[in-house]
């Protein structure tokens, strides 16, 4: 496209871009100046801009006093607390000190008592210890005398126990004797005691106990011999020997029996008896307390 050139009066070749270029120029140079004159339309007017701003102002005064009036009623409550923290102090050291004068009365009574108590237990200990020591005084006296008693019982017991010496041995020489005799043997050899009667030949118990009874008898060649042992009249012991050569045979018997004080124990004959007896043959009749 050409383009004329009026002061000229030439034609040049046709620019677009320059065109729109100039177009855009001349709207710009008509919209900046409408602008920047106080508009007309409710959008581009300076008080509306104001309104808003105004009722912005008030919103925000609105709030702040709505704020203010809060933290006011906050800081009476905030206030109210404090108050009662203070009542509440008060009364706690009101408690704490009502409990700090008790506790000092408390530890004035507990420091009386245990001096007190220190002072009672100390005079009950020395009074214990008094009858204590006084005590064991009596218990040794008494510990003595029973020991001497105790000593004394023992040496009774021991007496008591002990077996005395109840013991005898008699014989006789060679003799003829009918049955149903009672033999005395009048040869004493030993009589610990003296109970022995070598007038009757009978012993006599003084002491109750067992005893234990002999009898050696030795026969006469061809002939016979029996002898029994006899208590109260009661046989005990019973024996008898028939000799038929020339010998002079001898012969034994023995018997336990328990025997009373005062019972009698002696030896008799049993049949017509016919006794030896020399130095190397004895016709005896012995006895012994064995136990008590």
Known sequence: MRQYDNDNATVRPYDGDSAIRKCLYLLLSVIVPTCAREPSSPI????????RLLERVLRNEFALETTLNEILKTNAKVVDALKQLEDEKGKV???????????IEMESRLSDFINNASNNMNSQ????????VKAASEIKANASVTVQQLVNDVRIIKDQLKVPTIYFRARISS???SGGHDIVFRT??????????PSTGK????????YLF??????????????EIVHQGKTLQRSQNYVRSDDYPCVTMQVSAPVATGHQVWVRTT????????TNAFTLFSGTLIHV
């Open 203 to 210: 012993f006599t118990a003084s002491i109750p106990g067992m």
């Open 44 to 51: 581009c007017s300076k008080y509306d801009y104001e309104e």
């Open 188 to 197: 004493v050899e030993v009589n610990e005691g003296q109970g022995y009667d």
């Open 271 to 278: 049949l017509a008896s016919k006794l030896y007896a020399d």
């Open 125 to 132: 200990l020395a009074a214990n210890v008094v009858s204590m």
């Open 214 to 227: 002999s009898v050696q008898y030795c026969v006469i060649q061809n002939n016979n011999a029996g002898l």
């Open 175 to 177: 003799t003829d004797l």
């Open 93 to 103: 050291e009101s408690t704490l000190a009502v409990m700090e004068k008790k506790q």
